[in-house]
Every structure is written in C-alpha cells, then in structure tokens.
Nanobody, 119 residues
Framework: QVTLVENGGGLVQAGGSLRLTCTAS?????MAWFRQSPGNVREFIAA???????FYHDPMKDRFTISRDNGQRFVYLQMNSLEPEDTATYYC????????????????WGPGTHVTVSS
C-alpha cells in the first residue's frame, strides 16, 4: 500500500505561480498529476517515471513542469502563468507498473489539494 499526500495548493492571482508537492510513503514506478474541477472529468496533466522521463498533456506543457526527487518519493508540479481556468482540485497519483494518461489505471491517489486562481 502506498499513501500519497499533496500540499502547496491555495489562492493565487492570475499570472502567478504555485508549486505543488506530493509525498509518497514508498517509491513507485510512476507518479502523475491530475486535476478536476466541478462538473468536469479528471484531467491528466503530467506523469514521470523513476528515471525522470516525463510527458504532458500538450495544452499544459508550456506552463506546467513535473519533476521528481532522486529518492523517488516526492513529485512536484511547478505551475506558472496561472489562469482562472486552472482552478481545480489537483491530485497526485502513483502506480507500481503503469504510466500514462488514463486515471483509471493508477492504483494510488492522494486526497487532493485545491488551487484557486482569481482574476
């Protein structure tokens, strides 16, 4: 069993930046970030494997950066030039085998951290 905890969310003005952190209780093959706003499906942002290989949902890759520490238990999401449309709950996910865009295939999830971007 792997426990994930996100932090770093909060209120920020449009154009600002936030850095989210996810802490895992154990190393996993992959870690990823998703987000969900009310009435919408959970949306893939980015994923990273244990060797630092990463990929993104294309519309976000210019403003969001995923990274992972050498110890493999922390993953970060640097978010720049935030827009009101980025307001959502941001979730960290991890899996022992899978890396990809499908939220249904990640085994472990954090409770989420909320980000509000004011205009």
């Amino acid at each position: 069993q792997v426990t994930l905890v996100e932090n770093g969310g909060g209120l920020v003005q449009a154009g600002g930046s936030l850095r989210l952190t996810c802490t895992a209780s154990k190393e996993t093959f992959s870690m990823a970030w998703f987000r969900q706003s009310p009435g919408n499906v959970r949306e893939f942002i980015a994923a990273i494997n244990g060797r630092g290989g990463s990929f993104y949902h294309d519309p976000m890759k210019d403003r969001f950066t995923i990274s992972r520490d050498n110890g493999q238990r922390f993953v970060y999401l640097q978010m720049n030039s935030l827009e009101p449309e980025d307001t959502a709950t941001y979730y960290c996910a991890a899996d022992r085998y899978y890396i990809g865009r499908d939220s249904n295939l990640y085994e472990y999830w954090g409770p989420g951290t909320h980000v509000t971007v004011s205009s």
